[in-house]
């Protein structure tokens, strides 16, 4: 376990992600349960058709889909806790797994910024790269 002027790096309760948009259900109702990271996870239903109808988000950093909202709760109950050393995030992992135009450049640049123990996180879809809480860099494709 490293620690980061005195604060330690890694993270001992579940980790869970999902989309106030794209999950596939009030994730009011998950606030009250747990603790959850809301936002993009780069799972869209209009780009992933076959996640239409479905509940799903990142449970400890795997892509989970359900069929009901009971089942992700389950899943979500029966979690244990999530231990990461790395700053590396899973939106950003998921949010690359898609992106064709401009691949190779996001990971040479993704490299660089994790080389500098900066801390990765998907931020308006794109993603950003922070130290003790302060964006740094953001990464983004243009056109052309």
Not at 25 to 32: I, P
Not at 41 to 47: F, N, R, T
Not at 60 to 72: A, I, P, Q, Y
Request: with cysteine; hydrophobic share 30%; proline share 2%.
């Amino acid at each position: 376990m490293s620690k980061i002027r005195g604060l330690t790096s890694m993270k001992k309760t579940p980790k869970i992600e999902v989309c106030s948009y794209c999950s596939g259900f009030d994730v009011n109702e998950l606030k009250n349960k747990v603790k959850a990271k809301i936002g993009c996870i780069g799972k869209c239903s209009k780009k992933n058709p076959e996640l239409n109808g479905k509940v799903y988000g990142f449970l400890n950093g795997e892509f989970t889909v359900c069929d009901t909202k009971e089942e992700f709760f389950e899943k979500i109950d029966k979690l244990d806790s999530f231990v990461s050393d790395s700053n590396k995030s899973s939106l950003v992992d998921a949010f690359l797994e898609h992106l064709e135009k401009w691949h190779d450049e996001h990971e040479k640049l993704r490299e660089l910024c994790l080389a500098c123990q900066l801390t990765e996180e998907l931020k308006w879809g794109q993603p950003c790269y922070m130290l003790n809480d302060k964006n740094i860099v953001i990464i983004g494709g243009f056109k052309n």
